[in-house]
């Protein structure tokens, strides 16, 4: 059968506790059930066997080098490169193992499970594998959604015993997190402005300048964000941290820049929730002038109910006061719910629910804001991933907005937009994964030059540090 020779590896695994603290999982069941083709011909049968035996007496050096001498072939086993990466495991963890010969070895075995997640993404066995090494390297976000994915694989309750325990380490002893990226942004319409030609005050038409409609072109987006989380008691953190964007149009009205700081303590509450209480200050600028300082306040928990499913919220109220439009003076308010659902270990859904309201002191800005987004995505074979997501948001103003609508009723505006985006796997630059997202938007409105309608792209390389 095509699954004996990721069996047999896999046991031998076991037995040199190569796996622990997890241990294995079972032969047969569901997701969980891990196949590997056997390509190889009888040579690598036996050098595979003696690589097995070498394990066996520990003399991992040995097997090492003989499993990458049987990896350098046209066609390998996959026994061959999963032993190879438990071995790399497993020499790591070695006493007097140098800092650096350490960290190539984990790379090494990162490396050789995720070639054979690229066309195999269903292993739940090799996913098992990779989120243990990322643990040991200490990327412990790259190791939480690995984990989360194996749970969703149906693994024997001894497994899922042993994944949250992990879990809860990474969560326990998180501190420095290091997130960024850039991209490359083509808009077909960059202010989301109305392409209507003629506006009725009064009953008379008025043709607006062409200079006032749509405006297309490419930018270029950064952003950055980092947070050190101090340990205050077993189950305190107290949190620090910045984000940084920004998005740039050449010669462009359009070009923004944010930036914003937080602080506060966070909570472990028992084996599943967590919740955070922090202080933010924001500030957001429009082509090289101050927008809008913001300072206020957000709270965030969340909590994970099963093997699969985990929640989130979030809320938060900053006042807002800007440079030189001061009429929008005023408070905001932000209240989102969301959830995911790790389907398989290869598909993932989520969705999020929220209300949001400003109460700046022009009235007619005032308003309030729901929203619902949903989103999925699936792990292909050849490496490559694809999602997909759709949001749509209602929005309703107060006062009197005339002349933009008729008899200066109040304006409502709904918006909808679709992303569809793929990245491959097994492609990465200095750590930096692609991603290429399409987006569309569409706002309707009761409003005169309040609608708008945009298609946008985005070519960015996202890393995780």
């Not at 001498?69 to 495991?89: K, M, W």
């Not at 300048?209 to 989380?229: C, K, N, P, R, V």
């Amino acid at each position: 059968m095509v699954m004996n020779a990721m069996r047999r590896a896999m046991f031998a695994a076991v037995a040199l506790t190569l796996a622990a603290p997890l241990g294995a999982i079972a032969e047969e069941g569901g997701d969980a059930a891990v196949a590997a083709p056997a390509q190889g011909g009888s040579d690598s049968a036996a050098g595979t066997e003696e690589a097995q035996a070498l394990l066996r007496e520990g003399r991992l050096i040995e097997a090492l080098d003989l499993l990458r001498s049987l990896a350098q072939g046209p066609e390998v086993d996959a026994d061959v490169v999963f032993l190879l990466g438990l071995a790399a495991i497993e020499l790591s963890r070695q006493p007097g193992v140098a800092d650096a010969a350490r960290e190539a070895l984990l790379e090494e075995a990162i490396a050789a499970f995720r070639f054979m997640l690229i066309n195999r993404p269903e292993l739940v066995r090799v996913r098992l594998e990779l989120a243990r090494a990322f643990f040991l390297k200490g990327e412990d976000d790259l190791s939480r959604e690995q984990f989360e994915r194996v749970l969703a694989g149906n693994p024997p309750a001894p497994v899922v015993a042993n994944v949250r325990s992990f879990l809860a380490e990474i969560r326990a002893r998180r501190r420095w997190t290091l997130r960024g990226g850039f991209a490359l942004a083509p808009d077909t319409n960059i202010g989301a402005t109305s392409e209507e030609r003629i506006i009725y005050i009064s009953g008379l038409p008025f043709v607006r300048d062409a200079e006032e409609l749509s405006t297309s072109g490419i930018g270029l987006s950064a952003w950055l964000s980092g947070e050190y989380q101090y340990p205050w008691g077993e189950r305190r953190r107290l949190r620090a941290g910045a984000d940084v964007s920004r998005r740039d149009y050449a010669g462009s009205t359009f070009d923004q820049t944010f930036v914003s700081v937080h602080g506060g303590p966070r909570w472990l509450i028992g084996a599943n929730a967590e919740a955070s209480l922090l202080a933010s200050v924001q500030r957001r600028w429009t082509a090289g002038d101050q927008l809008y300082d913001a300072l206020g306040a957000r709270l965030e928990a969340g909590r994970r109910f099963t093997r699969r499913v985990t929640a989130n919220a979030w809320a938060s109220y900053h006042d807002r006061g800007y440079r030189t439009e001061t009429h929008l003076d005023g408070p905001v308010a932000d209240l989102t719910l969301g959830g995911a659902w790790v389907v398989s270990s290869t598909v993932r859904a989520d969705a999020a629910v929220g209300w949001g309201q400003e109460r700046p002191d022009l009235e007619r800005w005032r308003h309030e804001r729901k929203w619902l987004r949903l989103g999925l995505s699936v792990a292909l074979p050849r490496g490559f991933t694809v999602g997909g997501s759709g949001e749509m948001r209602w929005t309703d103003y107060e006062g009197n907005w005339s002349p933009f609508t008729l008899g200066g009723e109040a304006r409502e505006d709904r918006t909808r937009s679709f992303r569809l985006s793929v990245h491959n796997r097994a492609f990465a630059w200095q750590g930096f994964s692609p991603r290429l997202s399409v987006v569309h938007e569409v706002r309707d409105t009761n409003a005169q030059l309040h609608d708008y309608e945009r298609t946008g792209g985005e070519l960015s390389f996202v890393r995780v540090f």
